[in-house]
């Protein structure tokens, strides 16, 4: 009986487009709209959350069956593109938030380059590498 459903599923999944990344992260906002709506109690935040949960859900479903491949795959690849823009500020936030307890960044007075030097030294002198200046701070 599984069987025979599974095959009719895959029969009616023919030439559909499917879940992809997109409709993936779709899935999880529905499902923390669904937590979030369960720990608001308020009446009319709630309605809201049904409604934009009632919507995903739909959109959702609308484009995982859709047969317009090619449409629902750009969509993905803009996505995809929106997302890596967002994680790799992500990324150099994290990376600047950790380096800023191992380092400080100075600029040098005569060009205005940056100059990374390690923390906990006390004053010291430090030397520009792209004008050749010394200046004294305390890192």
Do not use: W
């Not at 095959?7 to 879940?19: K, L, P, V």
């Not at 750009?74 to 600047?96: C, D, I, P």
């Amino acid at each position: 009986m599984t069987n025979r459903l599974k095959e009719r599923f895959q029969r009616f999944m023919i030439g559909r487009y499917g879940m992809d990344q997109l409709g993936q992260f779709m899935a999880y906002v529905v499902l923390a709209l669904v937590l979030l709506n369960f720990i608001i109690r308020a009446p009319l935040p709630s309605r809201i959350m049904g409604v934009l949960e009632f919507a995903g859900i739909v959109l959702m479903y609308g484009r995982m069956f859709s047969k317009n491949i090619n449409k629902r795959s750009k969509e993905n690849q803009a996505f995809l593109r929106r997302m890596f823009y967002v994680t790799e500020y992500l990324k150099k936030l994290r990376f600047q938030f950790e380096e800023g307890r191992k380092y400080r960044i100075f600029k040098c007075p005569g060009c205005g380059q940056k100059v990374r030097v390690p923390r906990g030294h006390g004053k010291i002198s430090i030397h520009c590498p792209k004008c050749g200046e010394d200046f004294i701070k305390k890192s």
